[in-house]
């Protein structure tokens, strides 16, 4: 059983467009982390939100965290080629994280 | 960069033979974690430790087993390698200090492993 949904799984737009991947979970998790991972690497943290309702600009990337803390969205702004890659979500519980499946995006120059 | 190295990088081998993956840091965290990550699956637990010798069964345990003699080191090892044991593996380790309570990890580069 996959305890955190991300949807969709793949998204392709063109360069300058805005778009938002979704991480859905029925569990209550205290802190919840975006990774974005590149091709032959690991995954980088970009965020962690840990309080519901909390949003989270880094640059043209906002992360907001649902007020029952069991769902997040990642929006980008006026995408870039160099924001191609696996969007990963990871819920906190315990020592462990658990990770969904991603969110693969793609930006077309 | 959290001081994260894997070795090997890469690694071809045949069903039924031993292999060690290493895992070592730099920076004295006290966890650290396996995991692999297969297409249609994610990322997915294998083993943790949360310090010297001590060690946990994540969600895919089953084929592997784990070490930690010394803090800097974590070593998975597939007694017997199978070809459902191919995949690309992970360590990671869990910041600590003020932001422990977050459980922000950070990954190495991972290890290609091919088990024909």
């Known amino acids: 059983t996959q305890l955190l949904e991300q949807s969709p799984q793949f998204l392709s737009i063109q360069e300058g467009e805005n778009l938002t991947v979704y991480c859905n979970s029925s569990?209550?998790?205290?802190?919840l982390q975006w990774y974005r991972q590149e091709p032959g690497e690991g995954p980088v943290l970009l965020v962690t939100?840990?309080?519901?309702?909390e949003v989270k600009k880094l640059k043209r990337l906002t992360f907001q965290f649902g007020d029952a803390r069991k769902d997040s969205s990642l929006h980008i702004t006026a995408a870039q080629p160099g924001d191609t890659g696996l969007y990963l979500c990871a819920g906190g519980r315990d020592n462990r994280l658990a990770f969904g499946k991603g969110n693969q995006v793609v930006v077309i120059p | 960069d959290a001081g994260i190295t894997q070795s090997p990088r890469h690694k071809v081998t045949e069903t039924g033979t031993p292999v060690t993956l290493r895992c070592h840091q730099t920076?004295?965290?006290?966890?650290m974690y396996w995991y692999r990550q297969d297409p249609g699956h994610g990322l997915r637990l294998i083993h943790y430790?949360?310090?010297?010798?001590?060690?946990d069964k994540g969600e895919v345990s089953d084929g592997y087993s784990v070490s930690r003699s010394k803090t800097e080191d974590f070593l998975l090892t597939l007694e017997s390698a199978t070809s459902s044991q191919t995949s690309v593996y992970f360590c990671?380790?869990?910041?600590?200090?003020?932001?422990?309570?977050?459980?922000?990890?950070?990954f190495g580069p991972g290890t290609r492993l091919t088990v024909l």
């Open positions: 569990s209550v998790f205290s802190s």
């Open positions: 430790s949360y310090g010297v010798k001590d060690t």
């Open positions: 990671a380790i869990r910041e600590t200090g003020s932001k422990s309570s977050y459980n922000e990890q950070f």
């Open positions: 939100v840990v309080t519901g309702g």
């Open positions: 920076e004295n965290h006290r966890y």
